[in-house]
């Protein structure tokens, strides 16, 4: 954030984005594996929004998005732990609001349907996503899901967000492809 101010003067937005998930079963879950996930999508919004308040704070507020996960409502099998902790970045969300009520900062929660296109998978081991695939598609989680949405959709999402009036806020948005 530091950087951030010294090249931009100030923090208007946040977006938390961060979305890592393992492939693995609670009760086999590597311990490092583990961290990082829990690292990666609650400790690291949450380091963020952190550092982000006072400076928003200070310029006469600002937004912070917190980008979550269908699977809030719909954990699918192996990244249960991915699923709680976005389902923790939401209870954080409706928290904020309430901690940061009357300091014109709005906390808003854009919950994702899947992506045409990211990296979230890319580090998945061959036969562990063989049988991710597998299931998901049997039990109808994909069919739950619907077609994946491009991130430009969803990009243009934030930029509309955070450009209502002040009056205004979208504590949930909830987005997927038609």
């Known amino acids: 954030m530091r950087a951030i101010v010294e090249h931009f003067g100030a923090v208007d937005v ?7 998930g393992h492939l693995q079963r609670v009760e086999e879950a590597d311990d490092a594996l583990l961290q990082l996930e829990v690292n990666t999508n609650l400790l690291g919004p949450i ?19 917190n980008i979550t996960s269908e699977s809030v409502r719909l954990p699918y099998p192996f990244l249960t732990v991915y699923a709680a902790a976005k389902s923790a970045i939401e209870t954080l969300s409706v928290g904020l609001r309430a ?6 900062i709005r906390v808003s929660v ?23 695939r597998e299931i998901v598609q049997k039990e109808g989680y994909y069919a739950f899901s619907g077609e ?23 504590d949930l948005l909830e987005l997927r492809a038609s």
């Open 148 to 170: 994946p949405i491009s991130p430009e959709i969803t990009a243009q999402a934030i930029v509309d967000l955070v450009c209502l009036p002040r009056a205004a806020r979208v």
């Open 110 to 132: 854009l919950r994702s349907g899947r992506l045409a296109e990211s990296g979230f998978n890319r580090d998945w081991p061959e036969e562990r996503r063989a049988e991710y």
């Open 99 to 104: 901690e940061l009520r009357g300091e014109n």
């Open 47 to 65: 380091y963020c929004i952190r550092s982000a308040i006072p400076l928003m704070r200070a310029r006469g507020g600002g937004d912070i998005v």
């Open 14 to 20: 946040l977006v938390n984005n961060a979305a890592l």
